[in-house]
C-alpha cells in the first residue's frame, strides 16, 4: 500500500540553526500538509500546498516557515532560525482531493 | 471558526469490551468530513473512519462505528471487542469540503486493559 514517507524520523538541532524536514508523498495525490503537534497537545495544521504554491495558512505559519516542492517527489518544509518552541513532531500528509489525508510517522524535531 | 472538542482526555477499558469515545464539533458549513484518528505510542497518526455530513447512515470498519448526529454535532466513536492493540490516542477530526485545513480535537487517551 502506498505511504507518505518522511525523513528524517528524529532531527536535533540547536537554537538559531536552519532544518528542512522531508516528505515523500503518495505519488499520484496533488495537495500535500503540514502539521504540527507539540508534547501532549493536540495535531495543529500548518500549511496546505496545491499547484505549486500555499493554498492555505495558519497563524502559526509565520515567516520563519517556509514549504517547497524542489522536485516532482519531494515536499520539504522549511524552518528557519528554529526556537525552542519549535520543538514538536511534524506531520506530512497528502491527499488527492477526495477527502482523505494520508499521514507520514512524522518527524520528531527537537531544538536544543 | 470551526471547532472540535473531545471532552474525556482520558479512558480505559477491559479487553473484549465496548468502549464510546465522544467528539462534538462547531461549523457554519454544511458539507464536511469528519474522522477518527489512531495515534499510537509510535506517535503515527492512522485513519480509523471517516464520515461524510452529507450521509445519514453512520460509518462502520470491522469493530470501529460511529454514531454520526449531525444536528447535534456530535461524532462518537464506537469500538466493540476491545483490543490491547487498540490502546492509543485517538483524535477527531473535522474538514470542510475542500479539504485544506483539518481541525484536530485534543484527543482522548484511551487504555485496553487485559
Known amino acids: 500500500e502506498p505511504e507518505v514517507t518522511q525523513t528524517p524520523s528524529h532531527q536535533v538541532t540547536q537554537m538559531g540553526q536552519e532544518v528542512i524536514l522531508r516528505c515523500v508523498p503518495i505519488s499520484n495525490h496533488l495537495y500535500f500538509y503540514w502539521y504540527r503537534q507539540i508534547l501532549g497537545q493536540k495535531v495543529e495544521f500548518l500549511v496546505s500546498?496545491?499547484?505549486?504554491?500555499?493554498?492555505?495558512k495558519s497563524e502559526i505559519f509565520d515567516d520563519q516557515f517556509s514549504v517547497e516542492r524542489p522536485d516532482g517527489s519531494n515536499f520539504t518544509l522549511k524552518i528557519r532560525s528554529t526556537k525552542l518552541e519549535d520543538s514538536a513532531m511534524y506531520f506530512c500528509a497528502s491527499s488527492d482531493g477526495q477527502t482523505i489525508q494520508y499521514f507520514g510517522a512524522g518527524t520528531r524535531l527537537s531544538v536544543l | 471558526a470551526q471547532t472540535v472538542t473531545q471532552s474525556q482526555p482520558e479512558m480505559s477499558v477491559q479487553e473484549a469490551e465496548t468502549v464510546t469515545l465522544s467528539c462534538t464539533y462547531d461549523t457554519s458549513e454544511s458539507n464536511y468530513y469528519l474522522f477518527w484518528y489512531k495515534q499510537p505510542p509510535s506517535r503515527q497518526m492512522i485513519l480509523v473512519i471517516r464520515q461524510e455530513a452529507y450521509k445519514q447512515q453512520n460509518a462502520t470498519e470491522n469493530r470501529f462505528s460511529v454514531n454520526f448526529q449531525k444536528a447535534a454535532k456530535s461524532f462518537s466513536l464506537k469500538i466493540s471487542d476491545s483490543q490491547l492493540g487498540d490502546t492509543a490516542m485517538y483524535f477527531c477530526?473535522?474538514?470542510?469540503?475542500?479539504?485544506?485545513?483539518?481541525?484536530f480535537g485534543a484527543g482522548t487517551r484511551l487504555t485496553v486493559k487485559p
Open positions: 477530526a473535522f474538514t470542510p469540503y475542500n479539504n485544506n485545513d483539518m481541525r
Open positions: 500546498f496545491y499547484n505549486n504554491e500555499i493554498s492555505e
